[in-house]
T-cell receptor, first 111, second 115 residues
Framework: QKEVEQDPGPLSVPEGAIVSLNCTYS??????FMWYRQYSRKGPELLMY????GNKEDGRFTAQVDKSSKYISLFIRDSQPSDSATYLC???????????FGAGTQVVVTP | DTAVSQTPKYLVTQMGNDKSIKCEQN?????MYWYKQDSKKFLKIMFS???????INETVPNRFSPKSPDKAHLNLHINSLELGDSAVYFC??????????????FGPGTRLTVL
């Protein structure tokens, strides 16, 4: 069993809908949580990070962490076709840069 | 200006060959990384260097050897290539050790195909 589980999708939504993505993890030592976005044939880019349970908002994006359930989520409001990408969750226990990634969820936003 | 660049972008080679991938960052960062992304998009760290010193060395075959000639460059040399080495290899860099709020910036990737 992988330390970080993420449904690979694809997840297809109409433009304007809310996209809901999530990851579960098994290692309770994970303290820091990130979401990366990866467009096709490009490198991942950091969208959001958080280190505590609760919500964090940045524009149309909201990251949610529930450490007691070992569950993190990313919500994208008012989705646009330009949001079509693969979204990867990542997490780490420490400061040494050893990120554990989920497998990524492919999101397709149709006009 | 490209922040993290990799060469080549595509690499097609025969089994048994030796090949190198180069990475350069112009962000002035102290830490550089190599990741492997397999066909299922699963991204896994291989190595990281901080100020030319090896920090992370995951369980990868010793056919893979990273080399950091200076802080701005991290190369990956692969000996005796195997079919299972086919993947996209990403280089990344971060200002510090990249674990917490220290963003890792990724390059565009090198798509390696072993025939």
């Amino acid at each position: 069993q992988k330390e970080v589980e993420q449904d690979p999708g694809p997840l297809s939504v109409p433009e304007g809908a809310i996209v809901s993505l999530n990851c579960t993890y098994s290692n309770s030592a994970f303290q820091y949580f990130m979401w990366y976005r990866q467009y096709s044939r490009k490198g991942p880019e950091l969208l959001m990070y958080t280190y505590s349970s609760g919500n964090k908002e940045d524009g149309r994006f909201t990251a949610q962490v529930d450490k007691s359930s070992k569950y993190i989520s990313l919500f994208i409001r008012d989705s646009q076709p330009s949001d079509s990408a693969t979204y990867l969750c990542a997490m780490t226990t420490d400061s040494w840069g050893k990120l554990q990634f989920g497998a990524g969820t492919q999101v397709v936003v149709t006009p | 200006d490209t922040a993290v660049s990799q060469t080549p972008k595509y690499l097609v080679t025969q089994m048994g060959n030796d090949k190198s991938i180069k990475c350069e960052q112009n962000l002035g960062h102290d830490t550089m990384y190599w990741y492997k992304q397999d066909s299922k998009k699963f991204l896994k760290i291989m190595f990281s260097y901080n100020n030319k010193e090896l920090i992370i060395n995951e369980t990868v075959p010793n056919r893979f050897s990273p080399k950091s000639p200076d802080k701005a460059h991290l190369n990956l040399h692969i000996n005796s290539l195997e079919l299972g080495d086919s993947a996209v290899y990403f280089c990344a860099s971060s200002q510090g050790l990249g674990g917490t709020t220290d963003t890792q910036y990724f390059g565009p990737g090198t798509r390696l195909t072993v025939l």
